[in-house]
C-alpha cells in the first residue's frame, strides 16, 4: 500500500497512472504550493487554481471581420512582449468560437478594461453570441477598429506572428497605435474573480483614521470661522493621515466654490507638509518620497528656515497650474499608481519656490499658501491660507503669520 502523503505536498499522476509526490518548502504555518513533474499529468483544476493566483488584466481584444462583422472576446493573459520593437501579445483558448474569428482579421486592438467594465466581461464572454459589442459605447482606433468606452488603455495592433502552445495559441501584435488613461482603475482577474487594484498607497484612508480628526476640528469651528472673518480669507485645515496630508475642514469659502482646496488629498513628500516634520528619520522618509533626486541636500535648511519663520510659506510659480489639475484628478479618487507617480513628479516641480529666503520673499513674487502648525485634541495640524481666489502680497505675509500662529496657540 502506497505511503501517504504528506499535508502541503502536491500530488501529479504519472503517463503510468501511478501517483508520485514532491514537495516545495513553505513558511512554518503555510501550506506548500503544488508542483508538476516534467512529463507528468497535473491534477487541472489544482494547477488551474494556482495559476490564478497570480493576478492578471482582464482585456477585451476588437476587430473587424473581412466580412464587416465586429468580433470581440475577453482574454486574461495580456502580456508586453518587446519594447524595440513595439510588440503585445495574448493567450486565446484554441478552442473559442470568437477566436477563429478573430484570427482571420489582421489587425486587433487590445482593450484594457477597467473597473465598472464587470457587465461588460460577462455579455463578451457570452459564447454563441453574435455582435456582442452591440449596445457597447466604442469609438474608432486610428485604423478604423473599436475601441472600447471607458478603458484604461488601448493598442491597435497588426498581425505579427502566432503559434500553438498547448490548449492556447500565442498572438503578438506589433503596436502601431496607442493610449492611456492614468486616472482609470484597471480591471484585475484574480483567484476566479475580477476586480479593481488598489494599491496601499492608492486606498483611500480609513473611515476610523479621518472621523477623529474631523470631529476634533468640528469642535473648533467657531474659533476657525473667527479667524477666517478676520483674515477675509478662506482657512484650511490639513492634517496627516499615514503618509499623506488632506484638507479635512475649510472655512470662509463656500466648499463648492472653484477656489477652495477642501478635500484636496497630498502625499505627505517634498515640498508640502514640511512643519509637521519631527526628527531626523522622518525628514529622510520625507525626503525619499521626492521624485527630484538633485538638490536634496537642500531641504534640511528649508525646513529649519520655515520653523524659524514659525511658517511654512509657497510663492506662486508657472508648475502650479498643471498641478493643481493633477491634484484636483487625484483628489477625486482616482488613485492608480500612474496618476500618483504623476502627481509627484508636478509637486517636484515646485519645490524651488517652497520656503524661500527673506530675500525671495520680498523680491515682489505673489504668495501661494502660507501655513502655520497647530494642535487640536491631540491632533498636529496646518492651518493654511492661500493665494488662489484672493493675491497674498508679500508685504501682507508677515499679518497672516501673525494671525495664524495667534489662532494656532488659542486651539485646543
Same mark, same amino acid.
Given at each position: 500500500? !502506497?505511503?501517504?502523503?504528506p499535508r502541503g505536498v502536491g500530488v501529479v499522476t504519472t503517463a503510468s497512472g501511478a501517483a508520485a509526490a514532491s514537495a516545495v518548502a513553505a513558511p512554518a504555518g503555510r501550506a506548500a504550493s503544488s508542483l508538476s513533474l516534467r512529463g507528468a499529468r497535473a491534477d487541472g483544476g489544482a494547477l488551474w487554481s494556482a495559476v490564478t493566483h497570480a493576478p492578471t488584466s482582464v482585456c477585451a481584444i476588437t476587430a473587424?471581420?473581412?466580412?464587416?462583422?465586429?468580433?470581440?472576446?475577453?482574454?486574461?493573459?495580456?502580456?508586453?512582449?518587446?519594447?524595440?520593437?513595439?510588440?503585445? /501579445?495574448?493567450? #486565446?483558448? %484554441?478552442?473559442?468560437?470568437?477566436?477563429?474569428? *478573430?484570427?482571420?482579421?489582421?489587425?486587433?486592438? @487590445?482593450?484594457?478594461? !477597467?473597473?465598472?467594465?464587470?457587465? +461588460?466581461? $460577462?455579455?463578451?464572454?457570452?459564447?454563441?453570441?453574435?455582435?456582442?459589442? %452591440?449596445?457597447?459605447?466604442?469609438?474608432?482606433?486610428?485604423? &478604423?477598429?473599436?475601441?472600447?468606452?471607458?478603458?484604461?488603455?488601448?493598442?491597435?495592433?497588426?498581425?505579427?506572428?502566432?503559434?500553438?502552445?498547448?490548449?492556447?495559441?500565442?498572438?503578438? /501584435?506589433?503596436?502601431?497605435?496607442?493610449?492611456?488613461?492614468?486616472?482609470?482603475?484597471?480591471?484585475?482577474?484574480?483567484?476566479?474573480?475580477?476586480?479593481?487594484?488598489?494599491?496601499?498607497? =492608492? !486606498? +483611500?484612508?480609513?473611515?476610523?483614521?479621518?472621523?477623529?480628526?474631523?470631529?476634533?476640528?468640528?469642535?473648533?469651528?467657531? =474659533? +476657525?470661522?473667527?479667524?477666517?472673518?478676520?483674515?477675509? $480669507?478662506? @482657512?484650511?485645515?490639513? !492634517?496627516?493621515? &499615514?503618509?499623506?496630508?488632506?484638507?479635512?475642514?475649510?472655512?470662509?469659502?463656500?466648499?463648492?466654490?472653484?477656489?477652495?482646496? *477642501?478635500? $484636496?488629498?497630498? #502625499?505627505?513628500?517634498?515640498?508640502?507638509?514640511?512643519?509637521?516634520?519631527?526628527?531626523?528619520s522622518e525628514l529622510r522618509d520625507w525626503l525619499a518620497r521626492s521624485r527630484r533626486s538633485e538638490r536634496l541636500e537642500d531641504w534640511p535648511d528649508r525646513v529649519e528656515r520655515a520653523r524659524e519663520r514659525g511658517a511654512s510659506v509657497a510663492l506662486v510659480s508657472q508648475p502650479h497650474g498643471a498641478f493643481d489639475g493633477v491634484v484636483e484628478e487625484f483628489s477625486r479618487g482616482s488613485h492608480t499608481p500612474h496618476?500618483?507617480?504623476?502627481? +509627484?513628479?508636478?509637486?517636484?516641480? *515646485?519645490?524651488?519656490?517652497?520656503?524661500?529666503?527673506?530675500? =525671495?520673499?520680498?523680491?515682489? =513674487?505673489?504668495?501661494?499658501?502660507?501655513?502655520?502648525?497647530? $494642535?487640536?485634541?491631540?491632533?498636529? @495640524?496646518?492651518?493654511?491660507?492661500?493665494?488662489?481666489?484672493?493675491?497674498?502680497?508679500?508685504?501682507?505675509?508677515?499679518?497672516?503669520?501673525?494671525?495664524?500662529?495667534?489662532?494656532? %496657540?488659542? *486651539?485646543?
Open positions: 500500500m !502506497a505511503a501517504p502523503v473587424l471581420h473581412p466580412d464587416g462583422e465586429a468580433v470581440s472576446m475577453v482574454v486574461g493573459t495580456f502580456v508586453s512582449v518587446s519594447i524595440e520593437p513595439p510588440l503585445i /501579445g495574448f493567450f #486565446p483558448s %484554441a478552442g473559442s468560437s470568437s477566436y477563429a474569428r *478573430l484570427r482571420e482579421c489582421p489587425t486587433f486592438v @487590445v482593450n484594457v478594461l !477597467a473597473h465598472g467594465h464587470e457587465e +461588460l466581461v $460577462r455579455v463578451l464572454a457570452t459564447k454563441g453570441a453574435s455582435d456582442k459589442l %452591440a449596445g457597447v459605447g466604442v469609438n474608432s482606433s486610428p485604423g &478604423g477598429l473599436p475601441i472600447i468606452d471607458g478603458v484604461a488603455a488601448w493598442f491597435e495592433c497588426s498581425l505579427a506572428g502566432s503559434m500553438s502552445l498547448g490548449d492556447h495559441d500565442f498572438i503578438v /501584435g506589433e503596436v502601431l497605435a496607442f493610449e492611456a488613461f492614468a486616472s482609470v482603475v484597471p480591471l484585475v482577474y484574480l483567484q476566479g474573480s475580477i476586480g479593481s487594484f488598489r494599491t496601499a498607497t =492608492a !486606498a +483611500l484612508p480609513s473611515e476610523t483614521s479621518i472621523v477623529p480628526v474631523v470631529r476634533a476640528i468640528e469642535a473648533e469651528r467657531p =474659533a +476657525l470661522d473667527g479667524l477666517a472673518s478676520d483674515l477675509g $480669507r478662506e @482657512v484650511v485645515v490639513f !492634517a496627516r493621515v &499615514g503618509d499623506e496630508l488632506i484638507a479635512v475642514a475649510s472655512v470662509g469659502e463656500e466648499p463648492n466654490r472653484a477656489t477652495s482646496v *477642501l478635500g $484636496r488629498r497630498l #502625499p505627505f513628500a517634498p515640498p508640502f507638509g514640511a512643519l509637521l516634520i519631527d526628527g531626523d496618476l500618483r507617480r504623476q502627481l +509627484l513628479a508636478a509637486m517636484s516641480e *515646485l519645490e524651488e519656490n517652497y520656503e524661500p529666503d527673506d530675500g =525671495a520673499l520680498h523680491s515682489g =513674487a505673489a504668495v501661494r499658501s502660507v501655513q502655520v502648525r497647530g $494642535r487640536i485634541a491631540d491632533v498636529d @495640524v496646518l492651518l493654511a491660507v492661500h493665494g488662489i481666489s484672493q493675491e497674498i502680497s508679500p508685504s501682507q505675509c508677515e499679518d497672516i503669520i501673525a494671525q495664524l500662529a495667534r489662532a494656532a %496657540a488659542q *486651539l485646543r
